[in-house]
């Protein structure tokens, strides 16, 4: 049964839905624009509802509530009318694009800081969803809406999350199934974190972590065909020891572009990841939590050319790099340096960049150049910084504050109510 314009669906807290208008359709059911209490908000109707407990599930998901905002999570479920239900949802706002737009080019990442802010964001709300006890059992490349702008996620389609060990009958995506899940397993937290990490490497390097030769050169993709590449002989294009499924030059340019550019540190976690070892034993996958500090770890390399002003990687070890876009050589005289656990991180200092102390998206640094030329480091967090001179000298900065990127200065940052202590070292 599908709805029509201006009619009136009865919700299971008690009040009414009326129909607007239809937003679109899928494999599962129709979205509509609906108006309650004079509220708009988006109504997923099933015409041909799900069998089993798919409805007692979605009200035990409105009860619970969603991990966390970037979830547009089940709100209320409608009252059952012919069997047909559906559930209401919160609308997406403007300014988001498809996860395949950017897969297609048709919306691009305004920079390379918001595409590692959507990396982090994706991988939070995964370890939150895990975190409640859920598993997701159907991550694909549908299931995101991204801002360019920013690098801010929202994650939709939340109605087949079920609670760890329960099945929604649904098994995944075809390309984004884990290789145990394609072999007839079913999903669990385990095949998302494989699902995941195909998603961020498509993220970063807009092609398939396992399309290469092997996939180019096939006639035809039967569900045989499938299930080799993307399940039992399923091979990351750049496996450092199998080398026979490599990208295709003129057929997989993004992977072959960008594969060079990005960090060793991200590079080596694919590698690690989406090896043998990794698609065999799913318990011993990267963790979100993990995830997201290794892509933190990368962004630590990002900087601002001083020549052009745009972004690009810097080579951690001794501050010297090639900048992509104008090819100059740049050499990060300055590194400022966070003791962590464990060792340290070395962020390097250029005017432009922003400094990320505690690894989630919200900078509290940003690195500048004064009136006078000199590199200062600008308070742009809420909080008060305590600063030591090699003198002994102790100076507070205030939140909007300066103060000079020069050797030898001890800074403590408060964060979220936790100390960071760095050091400024020359290159």
């Known amino acids: 049964m599908e709805l029509a314009a201006k009619q009136n669906i009865d919700l299971a807290k008690g009040n009414h839905a009326t129909v607007v208008k239809e937003l679109g359709r899928g494999g599962q059911g129709i979205v509509y624009l609906v108006d309650v209490d004079g509220k708009q908000m988006a109504l997923k109707w099933y015409p041909k509802p799900p069998a089993g407990g798919f409805y007692k599930n979605l009200q035990r998901n409105v009860h619970d509530g969603a991990p966390s905002e970037a979830f547009i999570w089940p709100e209320d479920l409608t009252v059952k009318s012919n069997g047909c239900f559906g559930y209401l949802m919160r609308l997406r706002p403007e300014g988001y694009s498809e996860f395949g737009s950017f897969l297609l080019a048709k919306a691009r990442f305004k920079s390379f800081d918001a595409m590692f802010t959507a990396a982090m964001k994706i991988c939070d709300g995964f370890r939150l969803l895990h975190l409640h006890g859920y598993s997701y ?8 809406f991204i801002n360019p ?5 929202l994650i939709c389609d939340n109605d087949n999350v079920m609670a760890e060990g329960e099945q929604s009958g649904i098994m995944g995506k075809a390309r984004y199934m884990a290789p145990e899940v394609v072999a007839g397993g079913k999903p669990n937290k385990y095949s998302d974190r494989f699902s995941l990490s195909v998603l961020l490497f498509m993220l970063f390097f807009a092609n398939h972590p396992f399309e290469g030769s092997r996939v180019s050169d096939c006639p035809c993709m039967t569900e045989d065909f499938e299930k080799k590449f993307y399940g039992s002989e399923a091979v990351f294009i750049f496996d450092p020891v ?3 499924n490599r990208p295709v030059p003129g057929k997989h340019i993004n992977a072959i572009k960008r594969w060079p550019i990005f960090p060793k540190v991200l590079k080596d976690a694919f590698a690690s990841e989406l090896s043998q070892e990794k698609l065999k034993n799913p318990t011993k996958r990267i963790i979100e939590g ?14 601002v050319c001083p020549y052009c002003k745009k972004e690009t990687f810097v080579d951690p070890a001794n501050g010297l790099t090639e900048c992509m876009d104008c090819g100059k ?3 990060a005289t300055k590194v400022l340096s966070i003791a962590a656990q464990p060792g340290s991180r070395d962020i ?4 432009g960049s922003r400094i990320f102390i505690d690894r989630d998206t919200v900078p509290e640094a940003a690195v500048e150049n004064d009136s006078n030329g000199i590199m200062v480091i600008r308070n742009i967090s809420s909080e008060k910084w305590t600063v030591e001179t090699p003198s002994g000298k102790v100076k507070l900065v205030d939140p909007r504050g300066i103060m000079p990127a020069k050797e030898g200065l001890k800074i403590c940052f408060k964060v979220k109510g936790s100390d960071y202590k760095a050091v400024i070292k020359s290159n």
């Open 149 to 153: 702008e920013t690098g801010d996620v």
């Open 137 to 144: 059992q159907d991550l694909n490349d549908g299931n995101f």
């Open 329 to 331: 050589k740049i050499h």
């Open 348 to 351: 390097q200092l250029t005017p």
């Open 290 to 303: 993990e995830w997201e500090k290794i892509i933190a770890r990368a962004r630590d390399e990002l900087i």
């Open 242 to 244: 199998n080398r026979y």
